[in-house]
């Protein structure tokens, strides 16, 4: 242990050298003026940064006991986050909370316990006469409790018998244990033994940002139990285990070590692993630890955390294990530079200190982000005639300087990029969100990337109704860089938005009765904390109150229509009770009527037409009854319930039934039929093998979409079509042309035995996109088609959602098949002819996608015109376009954006140079659905009905088969492949 003695408290004064310690005698008027100076210097005082913290630790989140228990846990848990994403290592880390009792501390320690002698010495004595009065007062107490309980009356709980004093203080062993990046061996103590040094100051996001956290910890041992803190840490292939034992000089601020050795590594470990021995209060503490612990799993799904608390008594032990949802980690956020209208003078000051750039243009391209070269030549043109692109940059003189950070805070530059930004993810923040709360309804938002005074952020919001150990009203939950935020909830920009600028009655929200949830998680390179214990965000930054707020609205407007819908379903429902319960009197009223008609004798001239007459001989005979009437409008009301329904799964965009493989686990089944029920209130979810026979034997499920993994889907489909089911299948229409050749041939050969051919349909939207259709038509202005372009620079990489079903990435052809039978399906389309050779080459660039993620192809159609089809799964700057040029024109499609909608721009140049442009918003698969739809409807009405081409699954099958092609002759160096004929 520690013997220097220092301590937070008796380290605060050092005193400034006086005239009086100068042994000097104070004389006449100037002595005592000089005395008056020497008087007021011994007022002046330093402190170090770890002296001002311990006086203050308030500030840092180690208010008392029970905070700081939490906030010590709660430190190394997010630097063992960080530690492990910095090298991007999927999370590991074991937090282990060990009660020590007080004769166990102080034999630890090497003190001998003492029994009382004097107890009237202490806080706790009670004399003879107290003991009774509490005594009595107790009795008096239970008495009324058992007459309460007796009334059927609400029980208060008994208060906690309060010694005067503060008791006897709980201490712990907080021990957190990663599979991190470590630490340097040489590094170890500045790092845990120095107030406000980390690694973690560069402009990236990252939890930590002061270098402050560990070392409180460190610094309320000390205070609380004067035990040093014990690191173990290995880096990546380092053959030893670096030990340090160490504690704080906090008069100094500087690492005091106890032990600094090289151990053996014989496991080849990597991580660290930080012991610290400080007091607590877990009584009071446990339900936050708990709680930041569930909450961490919830925006972290990635991390597999193993919490344990341990204690002498067995039964208040606990283990908890947050498993692991998704092993796919949001991007590493990228080091950026700094924002021009971000920086104060201070740090213009340091960024020319430390440049390496010589002149003035090059500082200002080079160390600032979007400042091009034109645009630094502007910008020093508008400094004024003493400024020069060539001066030297550290020749500046401070007026210069303060003319630069007044033109950056004036101009208009660029916002930052988000890239230097890890959000969480909608999909992981949805998931999360069904995860813990189990909700009825739930929508989730995400902001593109914003900016507050030259800071990029991004807002991501969720709002769930109903659930799981949900309170009436709302039920707030705040992320800061994917910290939650326990503390203070009251002033937090997110609170305060939630509770006073959102009119939840305007969202058929009922903001004291409905089970709100709202979920806000910002990451920024800066989040704008009050306060140095990162508990909450203040609400006085515009730009961040009012992305909260539009990202809160968005999913109100979300859930505003689900509420609408549900409503509108449970209209249905009601409709179709109350109709049904008219039915027998109706039936018994046509009856009625029909019988005295009957009954009537036969007018002389026919009043009838022929049906008519042949309907009341039928009563007359009784081969019509009113049983047959009842019937009659039984089914009625069924197939108009039927079609209503199916019309509200189209119009939603919704699949007609939904279920899952058997081998998928129970927990993902359930999170499923959460999320269908999300969109449609009243489906029914089956699953596994049971759930898939019950569909296959409901006669009054028609149609089945099958969405699933692109591995399983063509087996699946065919056992529905055996099932008499007709089918719409998600695309890729098969993994390669020879399963979809023998799909075919199996569905070919089913023995009619139905009233109809089952249809099989592929939804493939591009097909029925109005661009493509529209298109299609300009095509026949263009001349014999001379040239054909594709281009596909798409922005598939691991933060897109599709990135997250291993399935995908499991894909023989990876993404160029997953998504490239779309652009093939868009290019068949256009130009109407079929794909016959093709030569390609293809490229494996970005490891973390499968491989070949680049392929370039040049390809011929039957009609003799050759193109070529370039696809980059994952590109810097999105951008999708075919164009075919042809004798007389040009018809182009691009992606793109109008008036805020998504879309193609289609752009149709003429023989007079004449160029017409349009644009068309994506249908989505509301097309296709309408088309299946309606062909199901047809097809049980009609036999011989014939369904949209477009949807065929053989169209499917022959865009595989092209990239299949593609990818064979990239795989043969470019040589000439036939495409398959299906
Ligand atoms: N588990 C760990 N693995 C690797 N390095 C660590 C670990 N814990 C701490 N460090 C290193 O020690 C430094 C100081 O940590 P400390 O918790 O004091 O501050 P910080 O995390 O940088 O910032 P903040 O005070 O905002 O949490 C970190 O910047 C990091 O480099």
Not at 505 to 522: A, L, T
Not at 755 to 767: D, F, G, Q, T
Not at 861 to 867: I, Q
Request: proline share 4%; hydrophobic share 35%; charged share 25%.
């Amino acid at each position: 242990m520690d013997a220097s003695g220092d301590s937070a408290a008796g380290a605060t004064k050092r005193k400034a050298p006086s005239a009086a310690a100068a042994g000097s005698k104070p004389k006449g008027k100037a002595t005592s003026k000089a005395s008056a100076t020497a008087k007021e210097s011994s007022l002046l005082k330093q402190k170090s940064p770890a002296e001002f913290f311990a006086e203050n630790k308030n500030i840092a989140g180690f208010d008392n006991p029970g905070k700081s228990l939490y906030t010590t846990m709660r430190e190394l848990v997010e630097n063992a986050l960080d530690s492990a994403e910095s090298i991007s290592v999927i999370p590991d880390i074991e937090i282990t909370l060990e009660e020590i009792t007080k004769n166990k501390f102080n034999t630890m320690i090497g003190l001998v316990d003492r029994d009382r002698i004097d107890e009237e010495l202490y806080d706790d004595f009670e004399s003879t006469k107290a003991r009774e009065k509490r005594l009595a007062k107790e009795a008096r107490f239970q008495e009324t409790q058992a007459k309460n309980a007796a009334l059927g009356k609400k029980v208060k709980e008994a208060p906690a018998a309060r010694g005067k004093g503060r008791g006897d203080a709980a201490f712990f062993r907080v021990t957190c244990k990663d599979n991190g990046r470590g630490m340097p061996h040489d590094d170890i103590p500045n790092m845990l033994g120095r107030v406000l040094s980390g690694t973690k100051y560069g402009l990236r996001q990252t939890r930590g940002k002061f270098g402050l956290g560990a070392k409180m910890a460190l610094i309320w041992s000390k205070m609380s139990t004067g035990l040093p803190i014990e690191i173990k840490s290995s880096m990546k292939g380092q053959k030893f285990i670096s030990f340090c034992r160490l504690d704080i000089d906090i008069h100094k601020n500087v690492p005091h070590v106890h032990l600094h050795e090289k151990r053996e590594n014989k496991d080849h470990w990597h991580g660290a692993e930080i012991q610290v021995i400080i007091e607590g209060n877990w009584t009071t503490h446990r339900s936050k630890i708990l709680h930041y612990m569930r909450q961490m799993a919830v925006i972290t799904p990635y991390a597999q955390f193993l919490f344990r608390f341990l204690s002498d008594s067995a039964d208040k032990n606990l283990t908890i294990q947050f498993a692991r949802r998704t092993d796919v980690m949001p991007p590493i956020p990228l080091q950026t530079k700094h924002h021009p209208s971000a920086v104060d003078l201070l740090l213009i000051k340091r960024l020319i200190t430390e440049t390496t750039k010589q002149n003035l243009l090059q500082f200002l391209q080079h160390e600032f982000v979007n400042i091009s070269k034109s645009h630094a030549e502007r910008l020093i043109g508008e400094m004024g005639p003493d400024f020069s692109a060539k001066m030297t940059v550290k020749s500046l003189t401070s007026q210069q300087l303060v003319r630069i950070h007044q033109l950056f805070r004036q101009a208009k530059f660029d916002d930052p990029s988000g890239n230097c930004l890890s959000p969480a993810g909608e999909y992981n923040l949805r998931l999360g969100i069904i995860k813990e709360l189990h909700p009825d309804l739930v929508a989730t938002h995400a902001s593109s990337p914003q900016v507050f005074e030259g800071h990029p952020f991004i807002v991501e919001a969720g709002i769930s109704i109903g659930g799981k150990d949900v309170k009436h009203g709302l039920n707030i939950f705040r992320y800061a860089n994917r910290i939650p935020l326990l503390f203070e909830q009251g002033a937090d920009v997110i609170t305060r938005t939630a509770l006073k600028r959102i009119n939840w009655s305007s969202y058929k929200i009922n903001q004291q009765q409905d089970k709100i949830g709202v979920f806000v998680s910002i990451v920024s390179t800066k989040i704008p904390f009050k306060g140095t214990g990162k508990e909450y965000i203040g609400d006085d930054i515009t730009e961040i109150s009012s992305a909260v707020q539009s990202a809160l609205k968005q999913c109100c407007l979300q859930l505003k229509s689900k509420i609408v819908k549900k409503l509108q379903a449970r209209e249905r429902q009601d409709r179709k009770r109350n109709l049904n319960r008219y039915i027998p009197d109706v039936a018994r009223a046509i009856m009625d009527t029909l019988g005295e008609i009957a009954d009537e004798s036969p007018p002389k001239r026919p009043r009838y037409d022929k049906e008519d007459e042949e309907l009341l001989e039928k009563v007359n005979s009784q081969e019509v009854t009113e049983m047959t009437f009842r019937d009659c409008l039984t089914q009625h009301v069924e197939q108009v319930d039927y079609e209503m329904a199916l019309e509200y799964a189209m119009q939603s965009g919704e699949a007609l039934e939904c279920f899952h493989k058997g081998e998928i686990p129970l927990e993902s089944a359930a999170a499923a039929a959460e999320l269908a029920r999300d969109f449609a209130p009243e489906i029914e979810c089956r699953w596994g093998d049971a759930g898939l026979e019950e569909i296959m034997a409901d006669r009054s499920i028609a149609g089945v979409a099958v969405v699933l993994a692109g591995q399983v889907q063509v087996e699946l489909s065919l056992k529905m079509l055996k099932a008499g089911k007709h089918v719409i299948q998600e695309k890729p229409a098969s993994e390669s042309t020879t399963e979809a050749e023998t799909a075919l041939s199996v569905y070919n050969s089913f023995p009619s035995q139905f009233p109809y051919k089952p249809i099989w349909a592929l939804a493939e939207n591009y097909r029925f996109e109005p661009a493509f259709v529209e298109s299609r038509k300009l095509m026949n202005d263009i001349g014999d088609m001379m040239n054909i372009q594709v281009i596909i620079e798409g922005s598939m990489n691991s933060s897109n959602p599709y990135f997250n079903s291993s399935w995908r990435r499991n894909f023989v052809g990876g993404f160029i098949l997953d998504m490239g039978v779309h652009f093939i399906a868009g290019l068949r389309m256009l130009v109407g002819s079929e794909i016959a050779t093709v030569s390609s080459i293809s490229r494996h660039v970005d490891k973390a996608l499968p491989p070949p993620d680049n392929i370039c192809s040049l390809f011929q159609l039957e009609n003799g015109c050759a193109g070529v089809f370039v696809f980059a799964v994952n590109s810097r700057s999105p951008k999708i376009l075919w164009r075919v040029d042809g004798t007389k024109g040009t018809v182009q499609i691009e992606r793109g954006i109008d008036s805020g909608k998504h879309g193609y721009q289609v752009l149709f140049s003429s023989e007079n140079a004449q160029c017409q442009k349009t644009f068309y918003p994506f249908c989505g698969v509301n097309e296709e659905l309408k088309a299946f739809v309606h062909d199901i409807l047809q097809a049980n009405k009609d036999g011989g009905h014939k369904a949209e081409p477009r949807s065929s699954y053989v169209e499917g099958a022959r865009d595989v088969a092209v990239l299949e092609a593609m990818l064979e002759s990239s795989a043969k160096q470019g040589a000439l492949v036939q495409v398959k004929k299906l």
